[in-house]
Nanobody, 123 residues
Framework: QVDLVESGGDSVQAGGSLRVSCAAS????????MGWFRQAPGKGREGVAA???????RYTDSVKGRFTISQDNAKNTLYLQMNNLKPEDTAMYYC?????????????????WGQGTQVTVSS
């Protein structure tokens, strides 16, 4: 069993920055892939970024150059640094994990999910 708890969501102005975190506990073993997803009201869940146990990363096109995914293995924590935030980034942000190394941004590929943290960007 893997438990994921997100934190750090907040309300910010457009152009601002925010870092959200995901604390993982339980049995996480390599290879693995962890990802950040978001869901805006009335929309489907969208893959934002993923990182695997090798440290490779993948981003959806809309956040490339603005968001950075990283992990601190000593703290079992996943991060998403978000810069130059836009109103369209407003959503509930979720972290997820799957025990393989393939960098996927498809929600259906992930087995474990957190409860989410809200990010709101105002213009």
């Amino acid at each position: 069993q893997v438990d994921l708890v997100e934190s750090g969501g907040d309300s910010v102005q457009a152009g601002g920055s925010l870092r959200v975190s995901c604390a993982a506990s339980g049995y996480i073993y390599s290879p693995y892939c962890m990802g950040w997803f978001r869901q805006a009201p009335g929309k489907g869940r969208e893959g934002v970024a993923a990182i695997n146990s090798d440290g490779s990363t993948r981003y959806t096109d809309s956040v490339k150059g603005r968001f950075t995914i990283s992990q601190d293995n000593a703290k079992n924590t996943l991060y998403l640094q978000m810069n130059n935030l836009k109103p369209e980034d407003t959503a509930m942000y979720y972290c997820a994990a799957v025990m393989w190394s393939y960098l996927t941004l498809l929600p259906d590929d992930y087995n474990y999910w957190g409860q989410g943290t809200q990010v709101t960007v105002s213009s």
